[in-house]
């Protein structure tokens, strides 16, 4: 912890001092040598100064500090707004990795079959250099995917983690922006096992729906109520929105990559998609559920790793989990 000068001991609380020293000597020479007030007089000349100092530092103390809470806190919105922002791009990467895959597997029987006929001597010489030159030019789009998976996220490591947890992280990065749409947050949480898998994953996952939920709300603010349960051996979240909500036509694809209804596309429409994808990848479901014009509620169920223990209802069993255990880019498993 930083420590900094007390205002008791600072140089404007000795200036004080002395210049309540320099009137209380005016005062001395001015007065009657024979009141015996002159030496209260004086001290209290003195004390006046000094306390005088100390006010004025600790007044300067506290125009210091509010310049520099009000400066943290517009650098915490611009970081919090930029990882919202670049929400897309980690949705991105996460598409990038399965279509890449997904490419990956049609080419292989066209390579196979390329290189069948290449080597097929009954063909003529110019089928075969044909079926050469289209095996390796499938070959080289085979490597250039390669490459492009590589920007996608890492394989993620899976460990138990809290679902209370990763939702108010996520609202955390989301406050400041909520807050500038004059929304609250109503958040409820029930005492729920852990859930086993990619904790960063699902945090992204829940933060994609925390972010819907925001851009969703009226300018004119709301409630998004947060509230999670443990229903038979599932840990349920449930995200409710007031804000506009999604038409029943756009309702059987909203899990479809690339598709929006923002009408500035100011999104990819990757959201929805890459959330389905990870709450899939641990054997979770989501749900969504919507009225237009009166709000969505999206419900993400996840399987739990650790049964409840008998007996122990109101009580966390394992202990809630502070933070996230399953963490990327090779840092230890907690």
């Known amino acids: 912890m930083l420590k900094r000068p007390s205002p008791w001991m600072s140089g404007r609380a000795?200036?004080?001092?002395?210049?309540?020293?320099?009137?209380?000597?005016?005062?001395?020479?001015?007065?009657?040598?024979?009141?015996?007030?002159?030496?209260?007089?004086?001290?209290?000349l003195v004390l006046a100064g000094y306390l005088t100092g100390v006010v004025t530092a600790c007044g300067r103390?506290?125009?210091?500090?509010?310049?520099?809470?009000?400066?943290?806190?517009?650098?915490?919105?611009?970081?919090?707004?930029?990882?919202?922002?670049?929400?897309?791009?980690?949705?991105?990467?996460?598409?990038?990795?399965?279509?890449?895959?997904?490419?990956?597997?049609?080419?292989?029987?066209?390579?196979a079959s390329a290189q069948a006929l290449s080597g097929d001597p009954a063909l003529p010489e110019t089928a075969?250099?044909?079926?050469?030159?289209?095996?390796?030019?499938?070959?080289?789009?085979?490597?250039?995917?390669?490459?492009?998976a590589g920007f996608?996220?890492?394989?993620?490591?899976?460990?138990?983690?809290?679902?209370?947890?990763?939702?108010?992280e996520a609202i955390h990065?989301?406050?400041?922006?909520?807050?500038?749409?004059?929304?609250?947050?109503?958040?409820?949480?029930?005492?729920?096992?852990?859930?086993?898998?990619?904790?960063?994953r699902i945090h992204q996952a829940i933060l994609n729906v925390i972010v819907n939920a925001i851009e969703a709300m009226p300018h004119g603010g709301g409630t998004i109520v947060v509230e999670t349960a443990?229903?038979?051996?599932e840990v349920v979240a449930r995200v409710s929105d007031g804000g506009i909500g999604i038409r029943p036509e756009h309702l059987p694809r909203i899990f479809e990559p690339f598709f929006t209804?923002?009408?500035?596309?100011?999104?990819?429409g990757l959201g929805l998609w890459v959330t389905h994808r990870m709450v899939d990848m641990?054997?979770?479901?989501?749900?969504?559920?919507?009225?237009?014009?009166?709000?969505?509620?999206?419900?993400?169920?996840f399987p739990q790793a650790a049964p409840m223990r008998a007996g122990r209802e109101g009580t966390t069993h394992p202990p809630e989990i502070s933070r996230n255990t399953a963490e990327e880019r090779g840092r230890q498993i907690a």
Request: charged content about 25%; proline content about 6%; overall charge positive.
């Open 173 to 200: 990065l989301c406050r400041h922006r909520a807050e500038e749409k004059q929304i609250v947050f109503d958040e409820r949480y029930a005492v729920v096992p852990p859930v086993f898998g990619p904790a960063g």
């Open 230 to 233: 443990h229903e038979g051996e």
């Open 61 to 111: 103390r506290a125009a210091r500090d509010l310049a520099y809470i009000l400066r943290l806190r517009e650098e915490l919105r611009h970081s919090q707004n930029h990882i919202m922002d670049n929400a897309t791009c980690l949705s991105l990467g996460a598409y990038l990795d399965g279509a890449s895959e997904e490419i990956k597997g049609s080419l292989a029987p066209l390579t």
């Open 261 to 268: 209804t923002k009408p500035d596309r100011t999104s990819a």
């Open 14 to 44: 000795w200036a004080g001092g002395a210049a309540g020293a320099g009137l209380a000597a005016i005062a001395l020479m001015l007065s009657n040598p024979q009141s015996f007030v002159r030496p209260l007089l004086a001290s209290c």
């Open 152 to 168: 996608s996220l890492s394989r993620p490591a899976r460990a138990p983690f809290g679902i209370n947890t990763q939702l108010r």
């Open 128 to 148: 075969r250099l044909r079926a050469l030159d289209l095996r390796e030019k499938v070959e080289a789009l085979g490597s250039r995917l390669r490459h492009l």
């Open 282 to 301: 641990i054997g979770g479901t989501i749900q969504v559920a919507s009225t237009p014009l009166q709000g969505t509620e999206i419900t993400l169920r």
